[in-house]
């Protein structure tokens, strides 16, 4: 884990629960399967912390060497990192499966083969995973947003091709146009 640009947030660790030193895992990924014993993830600080232990059905995670109440707290808002050749390497996708950074600066075009921008990020709101979408400039300079959110679900997307980094979208544009 020493490549810095290769770093993405998989987690953010949140407030304490109970008195041995567990807190709640907010996770930023679809992969809670790597956050296993032994498993080891950088902090945005440079330090390295290892699980001692995760808890899936609570979401609840503690760490080798904060297992008081006491040490757990300085973790509180920390947030955990790993590089993305560990989690190509270690979280296994299904037929039609991919990263979520795999999506970073794709294209994103609706029915018609109009370009609508690129995907700049990605958030989860709820169970929800919405497309950050920094809008092409030509629309920009016709009066539309800058950016827009694109809810990735059935209705909107149509399919990702991860070899020409394009995403089609169903009435993104309507979207764009509301937005």
């Given at each position: 884990?020493?490549?810095?640009?290769?770093?993405?947030?998989?987690?953010?660790?949140?407030?304490?629960?109970?008195?041995?030193?567990?807190?709640?895992?907010?996770?930023?990924?679809?992969?809670?399967?790597?956050?296993?014993?032994?498993?080891?993830?950088?902090?945005?600080?440079?330090?390295?912390?290892?699980?001692?232990?995760?808890?899936?059905?609570?979401g609840l995670i503690s760490f080798v060497g904060y297992q008081t109440r006491e040490d757990a707290a300085k973790l509180v808002n920390t947030f955990l990192?790993?590089?993305?050749?560990?989690?190509?390497?270690?979280?296994?996708?299904?037929?039609?499966?991919?990263?979520?950074?795999?999506?970073?600066d794709a294209n994103v075009v609706d029915e018609d083969r109009t370009l609508l921008g690129v995907v700049d990020e990605i958030e989860r709101i709820a169970?929800?995973?919405?497309?950050?979408?920094?809008?092409?400039?030509?629309?920009?300079?016709?009066?539309?947003?800058?950016?827009?959110?694109?809810?990735?679900?059935?209705?909107?997307?149509?399919?990702?091709?991860?070899?020409?980094?394009?995403?089609?979208?169903?009435?993104?544009?309507?979207?764009?146009?509301?937005?």
């Amino acid at each position: 884990m020493n490549n810095q640009s290769s770093l993405i947030e998989v987690a953010q660790v949140g407030r304490l629960v109970g008195l041995k030193g567990e807190l709640k895992l907010h996770l930023q990924c679809d992969f809670p399967e790597q956050f296993k014993k032994g498993k080891k993830f950088k902090t945005q600080k440079g330090e390295i912390l290892e699980v001692f232990s995760f808890n899936q059905p609570r979401g609840l995670i503690s760490f080798v060497g904060y297992q008081t109440r006491e040490d757990a707290a300085k973790l509180v808002n920390t947030f955990l990192l790993t590089t993305v050749e560990n989690s190509v390497q270690e979280c296994a996708l299904k037929e039609g499966e991919f990263f979520w950074f795999d999506l970073i600066d794709a294209n994103v075009v609706d029915e018609d083969r109009t370009l609508l921008g690129v995907v700049d990020e990605i958030e989860r709101i709820a169970t929800t995973d919405y497309l950050v979408i920094k809008t092409n400039d030509a629309l920009v300079k016709k009066g539309f947003a800058k950016t827009f959110y694109l809810p990735y679900i059935e209705r909107y997307i149509i399919m990702f091709d991860k070899a020409k980094k394009e995403v089609l979208s169903k009435d993104g544009l309507g979207i764009l146009e509301n937005s």
